[in-house]
């Protein structure tokens, strides 16, 4: 049903130069991708976007780097070892394995993720649900750990690590360390935008589920008796959240709600309200992502991790994927993480704030970013009357600027050059370009969705000045070159054309 469009947002971007198969000239296995030259672009302009919001939201959050390669004990204190696993059916047939509550939501409505094993082999024997291979029958559903397994070095020093199914268990071994050297003080945030790996048993979607994939996540350590309030809860009381709880599933309603109402009505802590609009903000107004295409989606008990008592997902309608789809969550974990650790490490984790000695709790905020990108590039893609344009948020286009010279003759190449020198060394990403008539140069970079285009003609030569065009309006300003970098910091940062400059008609 889907498959079509995914299909055809694989092949722009390979055609284009975003993302394709990993190791595809020896046979890609599913689930591994890599990002190409503009596809990485756009990858790492969303995670500064992110690193530069979030870790701006207070002074004492701080971004680490921690090892991908972690012992057992971190994922026996975490959980992972014993609960990170997925439900698997085989065909009897041709053997191929399947995840279970997959053959089920491909062929019944409804919501299956989390539901028990028994309850999977009655719908699968109910529905007489086959292999969608080959037909054949299948067996009973059991269970697959999902992390990676590694040993690490040899003889008797030799230890049995993971890779690491999430960045998450690197702030919280880290946390006790990072809280001394940071002069104990609460609430702390510890960020990490790292590898996570997983075993997934069916990876599809092209970037939504992947084996090796990126997160970018925050971990709030806080005192618990403080998530009734939040100091910063007052300039976000009246803002309007998309809500869409649990009751109102089966009328597909979502609920615009304040982040006072959602306190009042759905009894959520304004510590935790606080974390949802700042979200809602990093996408709606940070990015400027339409705001019909966001929401939060309650989780239901039996859908959400057991510790988590508080759990939204962040969801982005993305029409390949079949409708709204989660690309980052807000999690309130308890003291669930710390309290793991500590008891199988035998190191305490508690802290003592004047007197008081508590293990403090996490609020989570764990953003995919492969899914993100995707949404990037599936939102952006518009086929206009005369021209395919990828409207990215300005401040994550892949390059800034196209650069072009009018002509290939009379000094104006070596006059781009200079100014492409001169942006380069300001901090812009700019694209030079001096092959074809304008008109297809444009295209070009509308294509990719670079942000704007600036040509440099033969008044350049006599004023000193450029002409600057928005990819989206395709409306242009006259820009004076010692004035470039301070126009693009503002056009990059949201503001229109018709603020900058006269608008050429
Ligand atoms: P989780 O730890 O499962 O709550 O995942 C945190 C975030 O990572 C999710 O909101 C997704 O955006 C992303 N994510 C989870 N699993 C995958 C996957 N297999 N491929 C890509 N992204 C994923």
């Not at 409804?110 to 292999?131: A, D, Q, T």
């Not at 080959?134 to 890779?163: H, W």
């Not at 009328?251 to 309200?273: K, S, W």
């Not at 800034?400 to 781009?416: I, M, Q, S, W, Y």
Request: charged fraction near 30%; aromatic fraction near 10%.
């Amino acid at each position: 049903m889907t498959r079509d469009r995914s299909d055809k947002l694989l092949d722009i971007a390979k055609r284009r130069g975003f993302f394709w198969q990993a190791s595809a000239i020896h046979g890609a296995i599913a689930g591994f991708y890599d990002y190409a030259h503009l596809g990485a672009a756009l990858k790492r302009k969303w995670e500064n976007e992110w690193r530069n919001y979030f870790l701006s939201l207070d002074d004492n959050y701080y971004e680490i780097a921690v090892s991908q390669i972690m012992p057992e004990e971190v994922f026996r204190a975490s959980g992972h070892l014993e609960s990170f696993t997925d439900p698997i059916i085989q065909c009897k047939q041709c053997k191929t394995i399947h995840r279970a509550d997959h053959v089920i939501s491909d062929k019944l409505d409804g919501h299956f993720e989390g539901i028990s094993l028994e309850k999977m082999n009655e719908l699968i024997k109910k529905h007489k649900l086959v292999c969608d291979k080959c037909g054949g029958d299948l067996a009973e559903v059991g269970i697959l750990n999902m992390m990676f397994p590694l040993e690490i070095g040899t003889g008797k020093l030799r230890r049995t690590g993971y890779l690491s199914p999430e960045t998450a268990q690197g702030a919280y071994i880290n946390f006790k360390y990072e809280f001394e050297a940071l002069r104990r003080k609460l609430p702390l945030g510890l960020a990490i935008i790292g590898k996570a790996f997983r075993n997934e048993i069916s990876p599809r979607n092209l970037l939504i589920r992947m084996r090796e994939f990126t997160q970018a996540e925050l971990q709030i350590f806080f005192d618990p008796d403080t998530i009734t309030e939040h100091p910063d809860f007052e300039s976000v009381k009246d803002y309007k959240l998309r809500m869409f709880p649990a009751k109102n599933r089966e009328a597909n309603r979502i609920d615009d709600m304040t982040c006072q109402e959602v306190v009042d009505r759905l009894g959520i802590p304004r510590f935790y309200a606080y974390h949802l609009a700042v979200i809602q903000k990093f996408y709606l107004e940070h990015l400027g992502l339409p705001r019909e295409k966001f929401r939060y989606k309650e989780l239901h008990g039996d859908e959400k991790a057991f510790y988590n008592k508080y759990h939204w997902d962040i969801e982005l309608y993305l029409p390949s994927v079949g409708g709204f789809t989660e690309v980052a969550g807000c999690h309130y974990r308890t003291d669930h993480d710390l309290g793991g650790h500590q008891k199988v490490s035998g190191q305490s984790m508690e802290v003592n704030m004047e007197g008081k000695k508590f293990v403090p709790h996490v609020q989570e905020l764990s953003f995919g970013v492969d899914r993100n990108i995707l949404a990037l590039f599936e939102l952006a893609l518009e086929q206009e009357k005369e021209r395919v344009v990828m409207r990215f948020p300005r401040k994550v286009s892949p390059f800034d600027a196209g650069l072009f010279p009018l002509v290939n003759k009379d000094g104006l190449p070596e006059r781009t050059r200079n100014i492409q020198a001169a942006l380069k060394k300001a901090g812009f990403q700019v694209f030079y370009d001096a092959s074809g008539s304008i008109g297809r140069r444009y295209r070009r970079i509308d294509e990719v969705g670079i942000a704007c285009g600036i040509t440099v003609d033969h008044q350049t030569l006599e004023d000193d000045t450029v002409t600057l065009r928005d990819r989206d309006s395709m409306k242009q300003i006259r820009v004076k070159v010692e004035e470039l970098p301070k126009v693009m910091d503002d056009f990059l940062n949201g503001k229109g054309l018709e603020h900058l400059g006269v608008v050429i008609k």
